[in-house]
């Protein structure tokens, strides 16, 4: 498939995506950006914001594994990695968990403790999983979306700055508009229920061979070197901003770069643009800096603040 097919089958994957969860196109677009740059992603919103949909549907518009882990406070590592179990022949064999399929849902995963959260954090970096001494590849294709309730503390544990730092993208899921909203009660009016995926009227678009081709066509896309340098301004301005007492790592600016790439695929270009990276800088980097609380306290937030550096970095022309 060349790159224009290719290209068009990804801009079938968001147009069916948006004709389920109605109402969120940034988070759908930021879904499927995240899955062509090999990244994974955090979706928060309050509940009933279509976060499980968004992440159903994607997979329902692939022709790949997915499977849905349940975190909840009792959660082991070994229910999600897997363990190794003696056989007929008294041999210990690997019986591998859930997280070897190639789409995860991990479902409220900031209920899950600390140490079953960490579980994720080999297979995230660097999509393998060792168990018992020995390692086992993941899927290629292998994409974590992860779901919590930004505003429910009760029964939850803070995600580390680790795991944080893995989520290629931070997607925020509101309240629709009242219209879409709406919408949405006509839809079910008419029979499509979430929990089943035959009534999304969606179909399988493309295999794991696609999503490489895509991850291929994307890594093929252009960035001069003054939009590497506006991504380079962008993160380590962060760290020198007195809004903020934690600043992004180098894995920030390289998430910056695969989705400005991934970004400029879907809109049919073969080069990255300003907009791009301003597009994306926001979801990129909201879960990897941490607000001066006294600014907190004074109802600033992380995307204020991150979009008041944006506004200083000069941006590049020509």
Sequence with gaps: MERDGIQSAA???LA????VVLG?????????????????VLLEGVPGTAKTLLARALATTLKVSYKRIQFTPDLMPSDITGISVLDKDAEFVFRP??????VILADEINRAPAKTQAALLEAMQERTVTVDGTTHQLPPTFAVFATQNPIEFEGTYPLPEAELDRFMLNVRMDYPEERIEAGILDRYIEGFEA????????????????????RQAADAIRVEPPIVTYITSIVRATRTAASLTLGASPRAGIALLK???AAALLDGRDFVIPDDVKGLATAVLRHRVSLAPELELEGLTSDRAIGAIIEQIEVPTG
């Design 97 to 102: 968990g859930p997280i070897f399929a190639e």
């Design 16 to 19: 069916a995506l948006r004709g």
């Design 24 to 40: 969120q196109d940034s988070a759908t677009r930021n879904a499927l950006i995240a899955l062509i740059a090999r990244g994974h």
């Design 11 to 13: 801009q079938q994957v």
């Design 195 to 214: 929990d089943i995926p035959t009534t999304y009227g969606i179909e399988a678009l493309l295999d794991a061979e696609g999503i490489r081709r895509l």
């Design 259 to 261: 989705t400005s790439r």
